[in-house]
């Protein structure tokens, strides 16, 4: 029996080399572009698609190429969607992927840009992508498609990011670039103004990854469309949520937190839909669970990976009809909330593995923001180091500081257990300290004991978004992740090294990346030993 999976990867890969030799014709860009819509459209069955570009004097994205819509409309700028507005608008402010499984169900989905399927509205899915080039969203790919065909969304996004980087290489070469007359002054402005946000909510660093996940939590205050928070375990995701809730027009009603890891599966149903009494041996009174004490404010579930299957069924349906069901109970209540979630757990693996539903997943990912690992906020150590020091030797009464040098190797330690790991590290610091300096040898002998507890290994939380691509270009991928940064113990720096680490530069003919990969270390770690044996 044909694998109708295997049938749509390969078709495609066809229609990638298909859209490639479209962009190598000596034909005019706009019908490039258009014929590129057309493939998608009697190829892949993704309709109606649309090539969304800004219009700043209008404050909305509109249609600059299309296949299949429709002329009067695109005359009445009826496809148009505002800044600020639905799955299209969500995608131009935040860089990343969305979804309308169906765009009935699709509370945030503005039905007016919609074009019946087969002569209907019914059963309609529909998919947008960021169009990026030199690391700008120039504008916004969307298209439409059938909600019950054998073809998985995940791979329609793939191919549609494939097809959205073609489109902008061509956008490029046709359009001027936006010239932004942006004063210095606002620059700074704004720049302050993100800062203060991180003072505000306890969030300590001036990193550029850092700032970066902020203005993302900044750009989505005024929607209701779900955030889910990516990255490691110990970065912060629990201070980020509750950020997105202050910053959000719900912050005067209750912000819900809820750790689906922390509570037995038999227990979490009860905690989420509340319980009437005597529907289960130790329900003495009726029990309203978290989500209808999040109503009218924001309902954050960390760990959303580690929920089992079944409840994961039960909080589809209370995000599609917005009615909770408390268990024992015959009549829905209904609830209005935010959801935010969290999870360092890998969930393209979890969904391909089926621990982990794909619908859940799309409706979930509407504004994924990843936040940075320590070892990608360096700069940032000094701070956090500093703060925590100064907490714990007022909780215990002591007066400590740093030596020389000491920061510098916290700097150039990994982390894999990110923030959560040096906080806990400068508390045992302050308490196991023998007198008031924290010197260079002490920390060291606090960093071997980390590398013992935190073998090398390595990390792939971070592509959790990363759904897999066709044929070549998964293999490209692939490539990628098998050079992903691998936490590496820390070592310390010694005399003796500098024999073993010129013989290995000599082999790889001076290459310091190379030569830290075959040594085990980072290259910042290389280059430290370097400096301090010279």
């Not at 936040?371 to 007022?394: C, K, M, T, V």
């Not at 330690?413 to 007198?435: D, F, H, K, M, T």
Request: glycine share 6%; proline share 4%.
């Amino acid at each position: 029996m044909a694998n109708p999976h295997l049938e749509h990867l390969q078709i495609n890969e066809a229609l990638i080399l298909e859209a490639t030799r479209v962009l190598t014709k000596a034909s005019p860009s706009e019908q490039k572009i258009t014929q590129i819509l057309r493939l998608l459209s009697e190829w892949a069955q993704l309709y109606y698609g649309r090539v969304l570009l800004p219009n700043y004097t209008a404050n909305a994205l509109q249609p600059a190429y299309s296949y299949g819509l429709n002329k009067e409309r695109l005359k009445n700028s009826d496809y148009n969607v505002a800044f600020d507005q639905g799955i299209t608008g969500s995608v131009w402010r935040t860089g990343q992927p969305a979804l309308a499984t169906d765009i009935s169900d699709e509370p945030f989905f503005l039905t007016r840009i919609a074009e019946p399927i087969n002569g209907s509205l019914q059963g309609i899915g529909f998919i947008s992508v960021p169009i990026l080039a030199d690391g700008k969203t120039l504008g916004v790919l969307s298209v439409q498609r059938l909600t019950h065909t054998s073809r998985l969304y995940s791979h329609d996004v793939d191919l549609l990011r494939v097809v959205a980087s073609m489109v902008g290489s061509v956008l490029l070469q046709i359009c001027q670039p936006v010239q932004y007359h942006v004063s210095i002054e606002s620059l700074n402005q704004e720049s302050a103004r993100l800062h203060q946000l991180c003072a505000a909510n306890g969030i300590i660093g001036t990193s550029e990854s850092l700032i970066a996940a902020v203005k993302q939590i900044d750009n989505a205050k005024n929607s209701n469309a779900p955030i889910l928070l990516l990255g490691e375990s110990g970065t912060g995701k629990e201070m980020f949520a509750a950020m997105a809730h202050k910053l959000s027009n719900r912050q005067r009603g209750a912000y819900i937190p809820l750790n689906c890891a922390a509570i037995p599966d038999q227990l979490l149903e009860s905690e989420l839909f509340g319980h009437e009494k005597g529907s289960f041996t130790g329900a003495h009174k009726n029990k309203k669970g978290k989500l209808q004490q999040a109503d009218g404010g924001t309902l954050f579930l960390d760990e959303i990976g580690d929920m089992p299957v079944n409840l994961q069924v039960k909080l589809l349906r209370v995000l599609q009809d917005r009615q909770v069901q408390p268990v024992g109970s015959e009549k829905p209540v209904d609830v209005d909330f935010r959801i935010i979630t969290a999870t360092h757990v890998n969930l393209k693996q979890a969904v391909e593995s089926g621990e982990f539903r794909l619908d859940l997943f799309f409706r979930l990912n509407v504004i994924p923001i990843t936040l940075p690992p320590l070892r990608e906020r360096i700069s940032d150590i000094p701070l956090l180091a500093n703060y925590f020091i100064e907490r714990y030797q007022g909780m215990y009464r002591r007066q400590m500081s740093f030596t020389a040098g000491a920061i510098e190797r916290l700097q150039n330690y990994s982390w894999p257990g990110n923030i959560r790991q040096l906080q806990n590290l400068l508390e045992r610091a302050v308490l196991q300290s023998e007198n008031s300096l924290l010197t260079i040898e002490f920390i060291d002998q606090l960093l071997q004991h980390e590398s013992q507890l935190h073998p090398q290994q390595t990390h792939t939380a971070s592509n959790v978004t990363q759904l897999p691509l066709p044929g070549s270009v998964n293999a490209a991928r692939n490539k990628i992740d098998d050079q992903e940064t691998r936490y590496r113990p820390y070592i310390r720096v010694e005399l003796a090294d500098l024999e073993n680490i010129m013989a290995t530069l000599q082999r790889t003919g001076g290459n310091q990346t190379r030569a830290a990969e075959l040594m085990g270390m980072t290259l910042r770690q290389l280059r430290y030993r370097l400096a301090k044996l010279a």
